[in-house]
């Protein structure tokens, strides 16, 4: 028998608030299933209860403006279910028994109609019934939820508990659909984010950490045209591409999306991202690998934003494929392999950001100096970043960004070489982050040296010692094509104390000999010592 559901605690009033509620109400399905599922049964939980309490706000809204306009109850019920007044609003339709007060009704099972069911299986029919009726989730919600290691029981408790999370416009701003949707994808992202330094390095199958894309993202500004990630995880990339053109008032539209990743959990994740996020994406018809088959192989990109799976020993290699223009890349390393993949997916004046394990900027094994010597010879690298370490927990492997361009304009025959090592700061005694400051920094130096005017930029470029160098191509062919910013930028200069020369060497010399008088003293201290004891 349906069951009056329980009260839901007063609502969570700020973002985080809401996210350690619904976290801590997560907490109630840890240890009882493999960590990977867990994180599927959370975040389709997660997804299904913000599109039913965007659905309940806008159909609470509907029937506002029905009734200011003058309709009775009759015809409001009749208007009410227009799915043009959702969708146009940029809400999901939520059918009947996919809505949440649905679902907490029955959060410990019982009959439906006649038929006695649990509440995994009402959320796996709710999650159908939610695909079905918006086309664009079509195979991207997780029906896990049934299975025979599920605790129903935890599972309908988790339903009470998330009773108390609400995705709401109300009082925030925003229009319809949207706040909720900007809620969502925090929550979203925070639980990434967790689900990843919980898995360690099995996260960052999923992850990349916000600071390194959004260094990507600052520094390449992707706000028009085609945006591809040939490894796309869960979709991070494009969720901060929308952000940056938001926050420069663009459109999401501006951008058409292609993706494309190998793990068909973390492919369901990226679809329902950037849904979350109100992107359409092109992430194929379902995962598969991108050397085996490319599933956008006539795609030319105005941006390719990647961070693709470091020293993959096991890879899909075929000698023969024309991607591999600047040569084969080894067998036991497939670096070189996303380098050539994604410069061969450059339209015209595109431009790429990837993030690469710092010996793909000096690695002669296997061919791959040769290889880099072309690239570098073909003047398609435009920058070298070097990061701090601890950036990311999944691998303690030091990272570099590589960006190319196929038109450098007045930069042409040079790269721009930034040694970023010693920027960040700890957040635990695991993990280093890049603040706002130190992502403008980067990404301020890279669009001064190419002469674009951005909030960042310096007025002008200039090189600063132990920071950044514009090397030209001959100067990296004296280096044997090494492209490790360290040995370029040089050693930083030692900040000026504006004492005198003269004055100092002075000062050094008077303590220099007191420190020799010291020590002749405690020379003489010790053989008195040593006098006695003989």
Known sequence: MPRTPKAAPAAPSTMKELKDTLWKAADKLRGSM????????????????????????????????????????????????????YTGRGVFWVPGNARWGFLAEHAKGGSVDGVDKTIGLLIDEAMDAVMQANPQLAGT???????????????????????????????????????????????YEYFLEKFAAAEGKRGGEFYTPAGVVRVLVEMLQPTHGRVYDPACGSG???????????????????????GQELNERTWRMAKMNLAIHGLTGNLGPRWGDTFARDLHPDL????????????????????????WRFGVPPAGNANYAWIQHILSKLAPGGQAGVVMANGSMSSNSGGEGQIRAEIVEADLVSCMVALPT???????IPVCLWFFAKDKGK??????????????????????ALSDEDIALIAGTFHAWRGIESDVAPDEYADVPGFCYSAT??????????????????????????????EKLARLQV????????????????REQLARIS
Not at 158 to 178: C, E, K, P, V
Not at 411 to 420: K, M, N, P, T
């Open 390 to 396: 601890q950036l990311f927990r999944s691998t303690a």
């Open 34 to 85: 493999d960590a990977s599922q867990y994180k599927d049964v959370i975040l389709g939980l997660v997804f299904l209860k913000y599109v039913s309490d965007a659905f309940d706000e806008r159909r609470a809204g509907i029937r506002t403006e029905l009734a200011a306009d003058g309709y009775d109850d009759d015809q409001i019920a009749e208007l009410i279910d227009d799915t043009d007044e």
């Open 236 to 258: 991070g990339m494009f969720v901060q591409a929308e952000k940056f053109i938001d926050a420069h008032h663009g459109e999401g539209s501006a951008i058409s999306v292609y």
């Open 141 to 187: 919600l997780p029906r896990i939820f049934n299975r025979d290691n599920v605790d129903q029981r935890r599972l309908g408790e988790l339903i009470d508990l998330f009773n108390s999370a609400r995705f709401t416009t109300q009082g925030q701003g925003g229009s319809d659909g949207r706040r909720a949707r900007d809620l969502l994808g925090e929550v």
């Open 411 to 432: 930069r042409a025959g040079e790269v721009l070489f930034i040694d970023a090592r010693n920027l960040g700061h700890m957040v635990d005694r695991a993990e280093r």
């Open 300 to 323: 030319q990109a105005d941006f390719v934003m990647a961070n693709p799976p470091f020293n993959i020993k096991d890879w899909a290699r075929n000698e023969s494929d024309p991607r």
């Open 473 to 502: 191509l001959a100067e990296i062919k004296a280096a044997d094509y090494a492209l490790t910013p360290g040995r370029y930028v040089g050693a930083a200069e030692a900040e000026a104390d504006g004492e005198p020369i003269e």
């Open 511 to 526: 303590e220099l000999e007191a420190q020799f008088a010291e020590s002749a003293r405690l020379a003489d201290v010790v």
